[in-house]
């Protein structure tokens, strides 16, 4: 008779979101196997990541959770447990990234985590779970933004440049260190010329002052970017709609500025400019098999390693509060043992 691996597992720490007074509030607690969701394997946790959207659910700033009590966050990585379906068996290196984890699913800020077998990723060849969660959603999301702009067909190596928006964050910074190790000309735009020298380092060639696109602007101006990935919106995405080139694209993923777009339909109609929206969150296994090839093809591991930190999981409230107020750069692993 085979033992049960989960024989000895007493209780664990997890980050759970509850309603506190009609708003959600987020709060260290400790768990047992039986409050975990009935899904099909079992994962032991050993590392998550720090996203926007996980700095907007923990620090309550933005409701993220659709149902609560929720855990907190959006990526896990770690090893099977304990699994119902043939597919999945103990031992399996697996991660996870979207998927629903922190607004519909329980996430990966806990020591288990109970998972539905279909959202489960193999470990991608060639990375370690800590640097599977460096580069997590927001550098999965990155890839598919340089995979979009490169199948639209408009940018070329050395032929025009690509503006990346927000680009200290975690999607940006690993958009900028893509592109550039493609051999595109990359100009970072961010409001803090205190990271030039860090986005200089992955790649950067030039910077535009965020000043520069955060305000209303012109529906149409001087033409400038080959291709654009913006994780800014609002009227940032805007601005870069118009002055991207005739047939150019701009790849969206993200609202740190704002979900509305005070934009016209003038830089599409008069200059054929696409803009692509780029979905991580329940994007099908081809395309995410994809973005990690590409990712483990062209993203450079000491790069990664220059643009990431390493904290444990009890640090997450105080990084969450600062990755909202636009005060972290890079990305963040958090280690869950």
């Not at 380092?201 to 654009?228: C, I, N, T």
Request: net charge neutral.
């Amino acid at each position: 008779m085979t033992a049960d691996p989960t024989k000895d597992i007493a209780d664990f720490s997890a980050l759970v979101i509850r309603d506190a007074d009609g708003k959600p509030r987020a709060g260290f607690e400790r768990l047992t196997l039986a409050d975990l969701p009935d899904n099909d394997v079992l994962v032991e946790v050993s590392h998550s990541s720090l996203n926007y959207k996980d700095g907007l659910a923990v620090s309550g700033k933005g409701r993220i959770a659709r149902r609560l009590p929720m855990v907190a966050g959006i990526d896990l990585a770690g090893r099977v447990v304990r699994s119902k379906v043939p597919e999945w068996q103990p031992g399996d290196a697996v991660i996870v990234n979207g998927w629903g984890l922190s607004e519909t699913e329980w996430g990966g800020y806990s020591r288990y985590q109970s998972v539905k077998a279909g959202h489960l990723t193999r470990l991608p060849e060639g990375f370690s779970p800590a640097e599977a969660m460096a580069i997590g959603t927001a550098g999965y999301t990155a890839a598919l933004c340089v995979l979009a702009l490169e199948d639209w067909g408009t940018i070329a190596p050395g032929q025009g440049e690509v503006l990346v928006t927000g680009a200290a964050g975690g999607v940006g910074s690993v958009a900028v260190a893509l592109l550039a190790a493609r051999g595109y000309r990359v100009v970072a735009s961010t409001g803090r010329e205190s990271q030039h020298d860090f986005l200089r380092g992955l790649g950067a060639s030039d910077f535009v002052a965020r000043s520069a696109l955060s305000e209303p602007g012109k529906m149409l101006q001087a033409e400038r970017w080959a291709g654009a990935v913006d994780t800014v919106g609002s009227h940032t995405l805007a601005n870069v709609l118009a002055q991207t080139v005739y047939g150019g694209a701009v790849a969206a993923c993200g609202l740190a500025g704002g979900a509305d777009l005070p934009a016209s339909v003038m830089p599409h109609i008069l200059r054929s400019v696409a803009l692509i929206g780029i979905d991580s969150v329940m994007a099908p296994a081809a395309k995410r098999d994809r973005a990690w090839a590409f990712l483990n093809a062209h993203l450079d591991r000491a790069q990664l390693a220059a643009l990431t930190t390493v904290s444990p999981m009890a640090d997450l409230p105080a990084l969450a509060a600062s990755i909202v107020k636009g005060e972290t750069r890079g990305r963040h692993v958090i280690e869950i043992a």
